[in-house]
Protein backbone atom coordinates (compact mmCIF):
# COMPACT_ATOMS: atom_id res chain seq x y z
CA UNK A 1 0.00 0.00 0.00
CA UNK A 2 0.96 3.74 -0.87
CA UNK A 3 0.87 6.42 2.00
CA UNK A 4 -0.19 8.55 -0.38
CA UNK A 5 -2.13 8.38 -3.65
CA UNK A 6 -3.60 10.88 -5.56
CA UNK A 7 -5.48 11.54 -8.76
CA UNK A 8 -6.64 14.39 -10.35
CA UNK A 9 -6.85 16.22 -7.14
CA UNK A 10 -8.44 19.41 -7.89
CA UNK A 11 -9.88 22.49 -5.91
CA UNK A 12 -11.47 25.93 -6.94
CA UNK A 13 -11.77 29.03 -4.98
CA UNK A 14 -14.40 30.60 -6.87
CA UNK A 15 -12.89 31.03 -10.36
CA UNK A 16 -9.74 30.43 -8.66
CA UNK A 17 -8.47 26.86 -9.62
CA UNK A 18 -5.67 26.57 -6.84
CA UNK A 19 -4.83 23.28 -7.67
CA UNK A 20 -5.36 21.96 -10.52
CA UNK A 21 -5.93 17.88 -11.51
CA UNK A 22 -2.77 16.83 -9.69
CA UNK A 23 -1.66 13.14 -9.50
CA UNK A 24 0.78 11.37 -7.39
CA UNK A 25 1.76 8.87 -5.16
CA UNK A 26 4.47 8.67 -1.72
CA UNK A 27 5.56 5.19 -1.09
CA UNK A 28 5.94 4.09 2.60
CA UNK A 29 9.25 5.49 4.89
CA UNK A 30 9.48 8.24 1.59
CA UNK A 31 10.48 11.64 2.11
CA UNK A 32 8.52 13.65 -0.50
CA UNK A 33 9.32 17.58 -1.19
CA UNK A 34 6.71 19.66 -2.17
CA UNK A 35 7.93 22.65 -3.94
CA UNK A 36 6.66 25.77 -5.28
CA UNK A 37 6.30 29.15 -4.98
CA UNK A 38 3.76 31.26 -2.28
CA UNK A 39 0.49 30.73 -4.28
CA UNK A 40 1.54 28.06 -6.06
CA UNK A 41 -1.17 25.46 -4.07
CA UNK A 42 1.04 23.32 -2.32
CA UNK A 43 -0.70 24.63 0.98
CA UNK A 44 -4.10 23.89 -0.55
CA UNK A 45 -2.89 20.59 -1.18
CA UNK A 46 -1.65 19.91 1.53
CA UNK A 47 -4.56 20.84 3.49
CA UNK A 48 -7.03 18.62 1.22
CA UNK A 49 -4.91 15.43 1.87
CA UNK A 50 -5.16 15.97 5.83
CA UNK A 51 -8.52 16.39 5.83
CA UNK A 52 -9.05 20.41 6.82
CA UNK A 53 -10.37 21.06 2.99
CA UNK A 54 -12.71 19.15 0.61
CA UNK A 55 -11.27 18.48 -2.74
CA UNK A 56 -13.21 20.14 -5.65
CA UNK A 57 -13.00 16.76 -7.93
CA UNK A 58 -10.54 14.23 -7.47
CA UNK A 59 -10.00 11.60 -5.83
CA UNK A 60 -7.14 10.48 -3.21
CA UNK A 61 -6.27 7.93 -0.20
CA UNK A 62 -4.11 8.98 2.61
CA UNK A 63 -2.81 6.33 4.68
CA UNK A 64 -4.89 3.60 2.87
CA UNK A 65 -8.27 6.10 3.60
CA UNK A 66 -9.92 8.06 1.05
CA UNK A 67 -9.57 11.51 1.20
CA UNK A 68 -13.77 12.36 0.14
CA UNK A 69 -15.22 10.02 2.41
CA UNK A 70 -12.82 9.55 5.39
CA UNK A 71 -11.56 12.21 6.76
CA UNK A 72 -11.92 11.32 10.51
CA UNK A 73 -9.86 7.98 9.81
CA UNK A 74 -7.32 9.65 8.08
CA UNK A 75 -6.68 12.66 10.48
CA UNK A 76 -5.98 10.06 13.43
CA UNK A 77 -3.34 8.18 11.50
CA UNK A 78 -1.46 11.39 10.21
CA UNK A 79 0.91 14.04 12.17
CA UNK A 80 0.72 17.82 10.76
CA UNK A 81 2.59 20.71 12.04
CA UNK A 82 2.12 23.91 10.36
CA UNK A 83 4.10 27.18 9.48
CA UNK A 84 3.97 28.62 12.80
CA UNK A 85 5.16 25.84 15.26
CA UNK A 86 1.76 25.26 16.27
CA UNK A 87 2.52 25.17 20.28
CA UNK A 88 1.13 27.02 23.25
CA UNK A 89 3.42 29.82 24.21
CA UNK A 90 1.52 30.03 27.44
CA UNK A 91 1.95 26.50 28.09
CA UNK A 92 5.32 24.62 29.42
CA UNK A 93 6.65 22.18 26.99
CA UNK A 94 5.22 18.93 29.42
CA UNK A 95 1.68 20.28 29.32
CA UNK A 96 2.03 20.85 25.21
CA UNK A 97 3.16 17.42 25.01
CA UNK A 98 0.29 16.57 27.52
CA UNK A 99 -2.49 18.42 25.47
CA UNK A 100 -1.52 16.97 21.98
CA UNK A 101 -1.40 13.83 23.12
CA UNK A 102 -4.72 14.06 24.54
CA UNK A 103 -5.53 14.70 21.04
CA UNK A 104 -5.48 11.69 19.73
CA UNK A 105 -6.45 9.73 22.76
CA UNK A 106 -3.07 8.29 23.80
CA UNK A 107 -4.50 6.91 26.84
CA UNK A 108 -3.08 9.40 29.65
CA UNK A 109 -0.67 6.87 31.79
CA UNK A 110 0.71 5.96 28.79
CA UNK A 111 1.14 9.48 27.43
CA UNK A 112 2.33 10.65 30.62
CA UNK A 113 5.35 8.21 30.24
CA UNK A 114 5.77 8.78 26.90
CA UNK A 115 6.14 12.75 27.70
CA UNK A 116 8.77 11.96 30.20
CA UNK A 117 10.67 9.85 27.82
CA UNK A 118 10.56 12.66 24.92
CA UNK A 119 11.41 15.03 27.01
CA UNK A 120 14.83 13.33 28.14
CA UNK A 121 15.48 12.18 24.54
CA UNK A 122 14.93 16.04 23.68
CA UNK A 123 17.44 16.76 26.55
CA UNK A 124 14.13 19.09 27.83
CA UNK A 125 14.10 17.46 31.18
CA UNK A 126 15.42 20.31 33.30
CA UNK A 127 13.33 22.56 31.49
CA UNK A 128 10.20 21.04 31.24
CA UNK A 129 8.09 23.42 33.59
CA UNK A 130 9.19 26.20 31.89
CA UNK A 131 6.54 28.20 29.59
CA UNK A 132 7.01 27.45 25.59
CA UNK A 133 7.85 31.44 25.48
CA UNK A 134 11.04 31.27 26.69
CA UNK A 135 12.40 28.55 24.59
CA UNK A 136 14.78 29.22 21.40
CA UNK A 137 12.53 28.71 18.53
CA UNK A 138 15.11 25.73 17.57
CA UNK A 139 14.12 24.14 20.41
CA UNK A 140 10.17 24.66 19.50
CA UNK A 141 10.47 23.27 16.61
CA UNK A 142 12.26 20.33 17.58
CA UNK A 143 9.44 20.12 19.80
CA UNK A 144 6.74 20.98 17.31
CA UNK A 145 7.84 17.83 15.17
CA UNK A 146 8.11 15.19 17.88
CA UNK A 147 4.75 16.21 19.29
CA UNK A 148 3.20 15.74 15.76
CA UNK A 149 4.49 12.25 15.73
CA UNK A 150 4.15 11.14 18.85
CA UNK A 151 0.54 9.60 18.21
CA UNK A 152 3.06 7.50 15.97
CA UNK A 153 1.11 8.30 13.16
CA UNK A 154 1.73 6.43 9.34
CA UNK A 155 2.61 9.93 7.77
CA UNK A 156 3.51 13.48 8.81
CA UNK A 157 2.79 16.32 7.14
CA UNK A 158 5.08 19.58 7.75
CA UNK A 159 4.16 22.69 6.25
CA UNK A 160 7.06 25.12 6.03
CA UNK A 161 8.87 23.30 8.93
CA UNK A 162 11.83 25.30 8.90
CA UNK A 163 10.79 29.36 8.13
CA UNK A 164 12.68 31.64 9.96
CA UNK A 165 15.16 28.76 12.06
CA UNK A 166 19.19 29.30 11.08
CA UNK A 167 20.39 26.96 9.17
CA UNK A 168 22.39 24.53 11.84
CA UNK A 169 18.94 24.35 13.34
CA UNK A 170 17.82 23.46 10.46
CA UNK A 171 20.57 20.56 9.84
CA UNK A 172 19.45 19.41 13.06
CA UNK A 173 15.81 19.18 12.51
CA UNK A 174 16.23 17.16 8.90
CA UNK A 175 18.54 14.64 11.11
CA UNK A 176 15.40 14.36 13.47
CA UNK A 177 13.37 13.97 10.24
CA UNK A 178 15.48 10.92 8.46
CA UNK A 179 15.85 9.03 11.80
CA UNK A 180 11.96 9.06 11.71
CA UNK A 181 11.57 7.79 7.82
CA UNK A 182 14.03 4.79 8.62
CA UNK A 183 12.00 4.01 11.46
CA UNK A 184 8.93 3.88 8.35
CA UNK A 185 7.92 7.61 8.59
CA UNK A 186 6.46 9.04 5.57
CA UNK A 187 7.33 12.67 5.76
CA UNK A 188 5.27 14.85 3.58
CA UNK A 189 7.14 18.39 4.02
CA UNK A 190 6.40 21.28 1.60
CA UNK A 191 9.10 24.43 1.54
CA UNK A 192 10.91 27.15 -0.41
CA UNK A 193 14.25 26.58 0.52
CA UNK A 194 15.97 25.05 -2.46
CA UNK A 195 18.85 23.79 -0.67
CA UNK A 196 16.00 21.73 1.72
CA UNK A 197 14.79 19.96 -1.27
CA UNK A 198 18.51 18.64 -1.66
CA UNK A 199 17.32 16.52 1.50
CA UNK A 200 14.23 15.12 -0.03
CA UNK A 201 14.31 11.67 -1.39
CA UNK A 202 12.05 12.61 -4.21
CA UNK A 203 10.65 16.22 -4.79
CA UNK A 204 7.19 18.00 -6.49
CA UNK A 205 7.80 21.44 -7.86
CA UNK A 206 4.16 22.71 -8.66
CA UNK A 207 3.77 26.09 -10.47
CA UNK A 208 0.54 27.64 -10.79
CA UNK A 209 -1.18 24.92 -9.41
CA UNK A 210 0.20 22.16 -11.44
CA UNK A 211 2.98 19.47 -11.04
CA UNK A 212 5.63 20.95 -13.21
CA UNK A 213 8.21 18.28 -11.97
CA UNK A 214 8.90 15.20 -10.20
CA UNK A 215 11.41 12.99 -9.56
CA UNK A 216 14.71 12.15 -7.30
CA UNK A 217 16.65 15.62 -6.69
CA UNK A 218 19.52 13.92 -8.61
CA UNK A 219 17.54 13.13 -11.65
CA UNK A 220 15.92 17.20 -11.85
CA UNK A 221 18.99 18.65 -11.89
CA UNK A 222 20.51 16.42 -14.63
CA UNK A 223 17.54 16.93 -16.23
CA UNK A 224 17.21 20.55 -16.41
CA UNK A 225 21.26 20.38 -16.21
CA UNK A 226 21.43 22.27 -12.94
CA UNK A 227 24.16 22.68 -10.94
CA UNK A 228 21.74 22.75 -7.68
CA UNK A 229 17.87 22.48 -6.98
CA UNK A 230 16.98 26.27 -6.75
CA UNK A 231 18.47 26.68 -10.69
CA UNK A 232 16.05 23.73 -11.58
CA UNK A 233 13.31 25.59 -9.66
CA UNK A 234 13.77 28.81 -11.30
CA UNK A 235 14.08 27.69 -14.69
CA UNK A 236 10.60 25.76 -13.82
CA UNK A 237 9.33 28.54 -12.55
CA UNK A 238 10.09 31.32 -14.86
CA UNK A 239 6.68 30.32 -16.65
CA UNK A 240 4.90 31.21 -13.79
CA UNK A 241 1.63 33.22 -14.50
CA UNK A 242 0.66 33.52 -10.74
CA UNK A 243 2.71 36.23 -8.93
CA UNK A 244 4.06 34.53 -6.06
CA UNK A 245 2.25 36.72 -3.95
CA UNK A 246 -1.41 36.61 -4.90
CA UNK A 247 -3.28 38.03 -2.09
CA UNK A 248 -3.61 35.39 0.96
CA UNK A 249 -5.06 32.86 -1.95
CA UNK A 250 -2.94 29.62 -1.58
CA UNK A 251 -3.05 30.03 2.05
CA UNK A 252 -6.26 30.51 3.73
CA UNK B 1 1.67 61.02 0.25
CA UNK B 2 -2.27 62.37 1.30
CA UNK B 3 -3.04 61.23 -1.94
CA UNK B 4 -2.00 57.67 -1.01
CA UNK B 5 -3.58 57.66 2.57
CA UNK B 6 -7.02 58.84 0.96
CA UNK B 7 -6.61 55.91 -1.39
CA UNK B 8 -6.07 53.73 1.62
CA UNK B 9 -9.36 55.06 2.86
CA UNK B 10 -11.63 54.99 -0.01
CA UNK B 11 -10.60 51.56 -0.98
CA UNK B 12 -11.27 50.38 2.50
CA UNK B 13 -15.10 50.50 1.83
CA UNK B 14 -15.48 49.19 5.95
CA UNK B 15 -13.66 51.66 7.55
CA UNK B 16 -14.94 54.36 4.79
CA UNK B 17 -18.28 53.30 6.13
CA UNK B 18 -17.21 53.64 9.86
CA UNK B 19 -15.98 57.31 9.50
CA UNK B 20 -18.81 58.60 7.83
CA UNK B 21 -21.54 56.47 9.32
CA UNK B 22 -20.61 57.05 12.99
CA UNK B 23 -21.11 60.05 13.39
CA UNK B 24 -24.12 60.27 11.56
CA UNK B 25 -25.20 57.06 13.71
CA UNK B 26 -24.89 58.77 17.09
CA UNK B 27 -25.78 62.27 15.96
CA UNK B 28 -28.96 60.62 15.16
CA UNK B 29 -29.08 58.02 18.43
CA UNK B 30 -28.41 60.61 20.60
CA UNK B 31 -30.13 63.62 19.47
CA UNK B 32 -33.60 61.79 18.77
CA UNK B 33 -33.46 58.36 20.37
CA UNK B 34 -31.94 58.05 23.31
CA UNK B 35 -33.61 60.90 25.35
CA UNK B 36 -34.26 60.68 28.83
CA UNK B 37 -37.31 62.63 28.11
CA UNK B 38 -40.18 59.96 29.10
CA UNK B 39 -42.68 60.14 25.78
CA UNK B 40 -45.93 58.76 25.48
CA UNK B 41 -45.70 56.48 29.02
CA UNK B 42 -48.81 53.90 28.69
CA UNK B 43 -51.36 54.85 31.19
CA UNK B 44 -54.35 52.89 33.16
CA UNK B 45 -57.45 54.98 34.51
CA UNK B 46 -59.24 53.31 37.08
CA UNK B 47 -62.03 55.76 37.09
CA UNK B 48 -63.96 55.16 39.75
CA UNK B 49 -66.23 58.09 39.99
CA UNK B 50 -67.19 59.05 36.19
CA UNK B 51 -67.85 62.59 36.48
CA UNK B 52 -67.20 65.60 34.69
CA UNK B 53 -63.68 66.22 36.51
CA UNK B 54 -62.01 63.13 36.23
CA UNK B 55 -63.04 62.88 32.41
CA UNK B 56 -61.62 66.55 31.87
CA UNK B 57 -58.48 64.94 33.37
CA UNK B 58 -58.23 62.45 31.63
CA UNK B 59 -58.50 64.22 28.22
CA UNK B 60 -55.74 65.92 29.52
CA UNK B 61 -53.42 62.96 30.52
CA UNK B 62 -54.27 61.70 26.85
CA UNK B 63 -53.88 65.16 24.99
CA UNK B 64 -50.04 65.67 26.48
CA UNK B 65 -47.61 64.70 24.25
CA UNK B 66 -46.38 62.77 27.68
CA UNK B 67 -48.85 59.70 28.33
CA UNK B 68 -51.18 58.00 26.39
CA UNK B 69 -54.05 56.55 27.72
CA UNK B 70 -53.91 52.80 27.11
CA UNK B 71 -57.48 51.83 28.97
CA UNK B 72 -60.26 52.69 31.30
CA UNK B 73 -60.67 49.66 34.09
CA UNK B 74 -62.91 49.68 36.66
CA UNK B 75 -61.38 48.04 39.78
CA UNK B 76 -57.69 48.75 40.59
CA UNK B 77 -56.81 45.66 41.63
CA UNK B 78 -56.05 45.30 37.70
CA UNK B 79 -52.67 47.28 37.97
CA UNK B 80 -50.27 44.96 38.94
CA UNK B 81 -51.43 42.44 36.51
CA UNK B 82 -51.07 45.54 33.99
CA UNK B 83 -47.57 46.11 35.07
CA UNK B 84 -46.03 43.09 35.24
CA UNK B 85 -47.03 43.18 31.23
CA UNK B 86 -45.77 46.12 30.66
CA UNK B 87 -49.30 47.22 29.43
CA UNK B 88 -48.63 50.61 31.39
CA UNK B 89 -46.04 52.00 33.47
CA UNK B 90 -48.44 54.10 35.32
CA UNK B 91 -52.09 54.23 36.93
CA UNK B 92 -54.38 57.32 37.89
CA UNK B 93 -56.73 55.88 40.38
CA UNK B 94 -60.22 58.18 41.13
CA UNK B 95 -61.96 57.40 43.98
CA UNK B 96 -65.74 57.54 43.79
CA UNK B 97 -67.64 60.90 43.76
CA UNK B 98 -64.21 63.20 43.36
CA UNK B 99 -66.18 65.73 41.47
CA UNK B 100 -68.53 65.76 44.80
CA UNK B 101 -65.70 65.41 47.02
CA UNK B 102 -63.98 68.47 44.64
CA UNK B 103 -66.81 70.49 45.05
CA UNK B 104 -68.56 70.14 48.55
CA UNK B 105 -65.05 70.02 50.61
CA UNK B 106 -62.67 71.59 48.07
CA UNK B 107 -60.31 68.54 48.11
CA UNK B 108 -59.93 65.81 45.79
CA UNK B 109 -58.02 62.55 46.21
CA UNK B 110 -56.08 61.47 43.23
CA UNK B 111 -53.65 57.84 43.98
CA UNK B 112 -50.83 57.80 41.29
CA UNK B 113 -49.32 54.24 40.73
CA UNK B 114 -45.92 53.53 38.95
CA UNK B 115 -44.06 50.60 38.05
CA UNK B 116 -41.04 51.72 39.63
CA UNK B 117 -38.98 48.76 38.44
CA UNK B 118 -37.16 51.55 35.99
CA UNK B 119 -36.99 53.95 38.90
CA UNK B 120 -36.12 56.80 36.62
CA UNK B 121 -38.78 56.46 34.14
CA UNK B 122 -41.36 55.97 37.06
CA UNK B 123 -40.49 59.30 38.62
CA UNK B 124 -40.34 61.06 35.67
CA UNK B 125 -43.73 60.02 34.77
CA UNK B 126 -45.16 60.73 37.97
CA UNK B 127 -44.06 64.05 38.36
CA UNK B 128 -45.29 64.77 34.88
CA UNK B 129 -48.69 63.19 35.89
CA UNK B 130 -48.45 65.86 39.10
CA UNK B 131 -48.03 68.31 37.09
CA UNK B 132 -50.55 68.09 34.86
CA UNK B 133 -53.27 67.49 37.69
CA UNK B 134 -51.68 70.85 39.40
CA UNK B 135 -51.99 73.04 36.03
CA UNK B 136 -55.96 71.92 36.47
CA UNK B 137 -55.97 72.51 39.98
CA UNK B 138 -54.46 76.04 39.48
CA UNK B 139 -57.37 76.57 36.59
CA UNK B 140 -60.20 75.80 38.42
CA UNK B 141 -58.90 78.18 41.93
CA UNK B 142 -58.72 81.28 39.15
CA UNK B 143 -62.01 80.33 38.01
CA UNK B 144 -63.85 79.85 41.11
CA UNK B 145 -61.99 81.86 43.57
CA UNK B 146 -62.25 79.16 45.79
CA UNK B 147 -59.49 76.96 47.73
CA UNK B 148 -59.98 73.92 45.38
CA UNK B 149 -57.53 71.21 46.48
CA UNK B 150 -56.58 68.12 44.84
CA UNK B 151 -54.29 65.62 46.38
CA UNK B 152 -52.06 63.74 44.72
CA UNK B 153 -51.47 60.23 46.59
CA UNK B 154 -47.76 58.63 44.69
CA UNK B 155 -47.33 54.85 45.38
CA UNK B 156 -44.26 53.37 43.85
CA UNK B 157 -44.49 49.66 42.85
CA UNK B 158 -41.81 46.77 43.19
CA UNK B 159 -39.29 49.96 44.26
CA UNK B 160 -40.84 52.27 46.90
CA UNK B 161 -37.66 54.19 47.43
CA UNK B 162 -36.89 54.53 43.54
CA UNK B 163 -33.27 52.71 44.34
CA UNK B 164 -31.38 53.22 41.13
CA UNK B 165 -29.54 50.12 41.77
CA UNK B 166 -32.53 48.12 41.48
CA UNK B 167 -32.67 48.98 37.69
CA UNK B 168 -28.66 49.36 37.74
CA UNK B 169 -28.35 45.71 38.87
CA UNK B 170 -29.74 43.87 35.81
CA UNK B 171 -28.08 46.46 33.75
CA UNK B 172 -24.60 45.97 34.92
CA UNK B 173 -25.21 42.14 34.56
CA UNK B 174 -26.44 42.55 31.10
CA UNK B 175 -23.46 44.88 30.12
CA UNK B 176 -21.38 42.18 31.79
CA UNK B 177 -22.24 39.21 29.75
CA UNK B 178 -22.13 40.31 26.68
CA UNK B 179 -19.14 41.74 26.94
CA UNK B 180 -17.07 38.98 28.45
CA UNK B 181 -18.50 36.18 26.72
CA UNK B 182 -18.97 37.91 23.21
CA UNK B 183 -15.19 39.63 23.29
CA UNK B 184 -13.97 36.40 25.08
CA UNK B 185 -14.63 33.87 22.79
CA UNK B 186 -14.09 35.63 19.48
CA UNK B 187 -11.10 36.52 20.65
CA UNK B 188 -10.07 33.28 21.94
CA UNK B 189 -10.88 31.42 19.32
CA UNK B 190 -9.14 33.95 16.90
CA UNK B 191 -5.96 33.77 18.83
CA UNK B 192 -5.78 30.19 18.05
CA UNK B 193 -5.81 31.44 13.88
CA UNK B 194 -3.49 33.62 14.34
CA UNK B 195 -1.30 31.03 16.04
CA UNK B 196 -1.51 28.60 13.46
CA UNK B 197 -2.93 26.11 16.37
CA UNK B 198 -6.35 26.01 15.40
CA UNK B 199 -5.35 24.49 12.01
CA UNK B 200 -3.53 21.78 14.13
CA UNK B 201 -6.20 21.12 15.99
CA UNK B 202 -8.77 20.57 13.42
CA UNK B 203 -6.03 18.16 11.70
CA UNK B 204 -6.47 16.15 14.55
CA UNK B 205 -9.01 13.61 15.04
CA UNK B 206 -11.20 16.20 17.42
CA UNK B 207 -14.43 17.06 16.12
CA UNK B 208 -14.70 20.83 15.26
CA UNK B 209 -17.60 20.99 17.14
CA UNK B 210 -15.76 19.50 20.11
CA UNK B 211 -12.76 22.07 19.80
CA UNK B 212 -15.50 25.06 19.74
CA UNK B 213 -17.28 23.78 22.85
CA UNK B 214 -14.28 23.10 24.59
CA UNK B 215 -13.55 26.77 24.13
CA UNK B 216 -16.49 27.93 25.13
CA UNK B 217 -17.02 25.98 28.46
CA UNK B 218 -13.89 27.83 30.10
CA UNK B 219 -16.18 31.14 29.64
CA UNK B 220 -19.04 29.88 30.32
CA UNK B 221 -18.15 28.66 33.81
CA UNK B 222 -16.49 32.54 34.33
CA UNK B 223 -19.56 33.85 33.10
CA UNK B 224 -21.97 32.14 35.31
CA UNK B 225 -19.02 33.21 38.29
CA UNK B 226 -19.56 36.56 37.49
CA UNK B 227 -23.09 36.47 37.80
CA UNK B 228 -23.18 34.81 41.10
CA UNK B 229 -20.53 37.70 42.49
CA UNK B 230 -22.70 40.35 40.88
CA UNK B 231 -26.00 38.77 42.56
CA UNK B 232 -24.11 38.79 45.82
CA UNK B 233 -22.64 42.52 45.65
CA UNK B 234 -26.37 42.79 44.65
CA UNK B 235 -28.05 41.05 47.49
CA UNK B 236 -25.64 41.94 50.17
CA UNK B 237 -24.19 45.32 49.50
CA UNK B 238 -26.54 47.04 46.80
CA UNK B 239 -29.46 45.42 49.21
CA UNK B 240 -31.41 44.77 45.79
CA UNK B 241 -33.78 41.86 46.19
CA UNK B 242 -34.88 38.67 43.95
CA UNK B 243 -38.15 38.60 43.92
CA UNK B 244 -38.41 36.33 41.73
CA UNK B 245 -36.57 32.42 41.71
CA UNK B 246 -32.93 32.13 41.93
CA UNK B 247 -33.46 29.03 39.56
CA UNK B 248 -35.46 30.81 36.62
CA UNK B 249 -33.11 33.59 36.65
CA UNK B 250 -30.19 30.94 36.62
CA UNK B 251 -31.78 29.38 33.61
CA UNK B 252 -32.86 32.50 31.64
CA UNK B 253 -28.66 33.54 32.73
CA UNK B 254 -27.37 30.37 31.01
CA UNK B 255 -29.47 30.77 28.06
CA UNK B 256 -28.10 34.74 27.58
CA UNK B 257 -24.86 33.32 28.06
CA UNK B 258 -25.10 30.63 25.30
CA UNK B 259 -26.45 33.73 23.28
CA UNK B 260 -23.06 35.79 23.79
CA UNK B 261 -21.10 32.76 23.44
CA UNK B 262 -22.73 31.67 19.59
CA UNK B 263 -22.13 35.66 19.20
CA UNK B 264 -18.91 35.60 19.91
CA UNK B 265 -17.84 32.19 17.74
CA UNK B 266 -20.03 34.00 15.28
CA UNK B 267 -17.83 36.76 15.11
CA UNK B 268 -14.66 34.76 15.27
CA UNK B 269 -15.36 33.05 11.60
CA UNK B 270 -15.74 36.45 10.34
CA UNK B 271 -11.95 38.20 11.74
CA UNK B 272 -8.82 37.01 10.92
CA UNK B 273 -6.99 39.42 13.83
CA UNK B 274 -7.40 39.65 17.34
CA UNK B 275 -7.89 43.50 17.33
CA UNK B 276 -10.24 43.11 14.60
CA UNK B 277 -12.66 40.43 16.51
CA UNK B 278 -12.46 42.52 19.58
CA UNK B 279 -13.10 45.83 18.18
CA UNK B 280 -16.15 44.42 15.98
CA UNK B 281 -17.91 42.48 19.07
CA UNK B 282 -16.91 45.81 20.88
CA UNK B 283 -18.94 48.53 18.36
CA UNK B 284 -21.05 45.59 17.01
CA UNK B 285 -22.54 44.55 19.79
CA UNK B 286 -21.62 45.97 22.92
CA UNK B 287 -23.21 49.78 21.80
CA UNK B 288 -26.63 48.07 20.77
CA UNK B 289 -26.62 46.13 23.80
CA UNK B 290 -26.08 49.15 25.82
CA UNK B 291 -28.22 51.35 23.68
CA UNK B 292 -30.94 49.30 22.88
CA UNK B 293 -31.72 46.77 25.91
CA UNK B 294 -33.58 49.51 27.79
CA UNK B 295 -31.17 49.84 30.42
CA UNK B 296 -29.94 53.31 29.64
CA UNK B 297 -32.83 54.92 27.15
CA UNK B 298 -36.40 53.61 27.62
CA UNK B 299 -37.10 51.99 23.97
CA UNK B 300 -40.99 53.64 24.31
CA UNK B 301 -39.31 56.79 23.50
CA UNK B 302 -37.34 56.17 20.56
CA UNK B 303 -38.67 56.54 16.72
CA UNK B 304 -40.43 53.38 15.70
CA UNK B 305 -37.28 52.21 13.43
CA UNK B 306 -35.22 52.37 16.70
CA UNK B 307 -37.85 50.28 17.70
CA UNK B 308 -37.93 47.76 15.48
CA UNK B 309 -34.03 47.47 15.68
CA UNK B 310 -34.56 46.97 19.04
CA UNK B 311 -36.23 43.96 18.74
CA UNK B 312 -33.35 42.57 17.32
CA UNK B 313 -30.96 42.58 20.09
CA UNK B 314 -31.27 39.80 22.34
CA UNK B 315 -30.45 42.33 25.14
CA UNK B 316 -33.45 43.87 24.97
CA UNK B 317 -35.11 40.84 25.65
CA UNK B 318 -32.91 39.37 28.61
CA UNK B 319 -32.95 42.62 30.51
CA UNK B 320 -36.68 42.57 30.04
CA UNK B 321 -36.48 38.74 31.79
CA UNK B 322 -33.65 39.77 34.31
CA UNK B 323 -36.30 43.00 35.23
CA UNK B 324 -39.30 40.73 35.99
CA UNK B 325 -37.52 38.24 37.80
CA UNK B 326 -35.25 40.32 40.02
CA UNK B 327 -37.38 43.40 40.45
CA UNK B 328 -41.23 42.51 40.05
CA UNK B 329 -40.83 38.69 41.05
CA UNK B 330 -42.51 37.35 38.06
CA UNK B 331 -42.50 33.84 36.96
CA UNK B 332 -42.28 31.72 34.24
CA UNK B 333 -45.72 32.60 32.85
CA UNK B 334 -45.19 36.30 32.72
CA UNK B 335 -41.59 35.95 30.51
CA UNK B 336 -42.17 32.58 28.13
CA UNK B 337 -42.54 34.69 25.60
CA UNK B 338 -39.20 37.16 25.89
CA UNK B 339 -38.08 33.35 26.85
CA UNK B 340 -38.97 31.93 23.90
CA UNK B 341 -37.36 35.11 21.37
CA UNK B 342 -33.97 34.71 22.99
CA UNK B 343 -33.91 30.70 22.86
CA UNK B 344 -34.93 30.89 19.19
CA UNK B 345 -32.02 33.90 18.44
CA UNK B 346 -29.99 31.52 20.24
CA UNK B 347 -30.56 28.52 18.36
CA UNK B 348 -30.34 30.76 15.70
CA UNK B 349 -27.08 32.40 16.29
CA UNK B 350 -25.48 28.76 16.96
CA UNK B 351 -26.55 27.52 13.76
CA UNK B 352 -25.26 29.82 11.64
CA UNK B 353 -22.09 30.37 13.44
CA UNK B 354 -21.24 26.51 12.99
CA UNK B 355 -22.34 26.77 9.84
CA UNK B 356 -19.95 29.45 8.78
CA UNK B 357 -17.30 28.23 11.21
CA UNK B 358 -17.26 24.78 8.90
CA UNK B 359 -17.45 26.65 5.26
CA UNK B 360 -14.57 28.80 6.37
CA UNK B 361 -12.65 25.41 7.50
CA UNK B 362 -13.75 23.07 4.72
Not at chain 1, 158 to 175: A, K, S
Not at chain 2, 91 to 120: C, K, R, Y
Not at chain 2, 123 to 141: K, M
Not at chain 2, 251 to 259: K, V
Amino acid sequence: MKAIEVKDLTRKFGDFTAVDHISFDVSKGEIFGFLGANGAGKTTAMRMLCGLLKPSSGEGRVAGFDINLQSEEIKKNIGYMSQKFSLYNDLTARENILFYGGLYDIPYKELKIKSERLLDRLGLGPYANKLLRDYPLGWKQKLAFSVAIQHQPMIVFLDEPTGGVDPITRRQFWDMIYESAEGGLTVFVTTHYMDEAEYCHRVCIMVDGRIAAMDTPQSLKKKYESQNMDEVFRKLARGAVRSPDVPGRGKR
Amino acid sequence: MTIKEFKHVLRDPRSLFFLLAQPVMLMLLFGFALSNEVKESRVAIIDQARDEETKKLTDRLDQSEYFDVMGHYADPSVVPALFEKGAARLAIVFPPHFANDLEHLNAGQIQVLADASDPNTAAIATSYASAIFGAYQDELLGLMKLPYKINIETRMLYNPQLVSAFSFVPGVMTLILTILCTMMTSVAIVREKELGTLEVLLASPMHPMQIVVSKAVPYLVLAMIDVAVILLLAVYVLGVPIRGSLFLLMAENTLYISNTLALGLLVSTITEKQQVAMFVSLVGFMLPALLFSGFMFPIENMPWPLQWISHAVPTRWYYRIVNAIMIKGLGLASIWKETLILAVMTLGLLVLAVKKFKVRLL
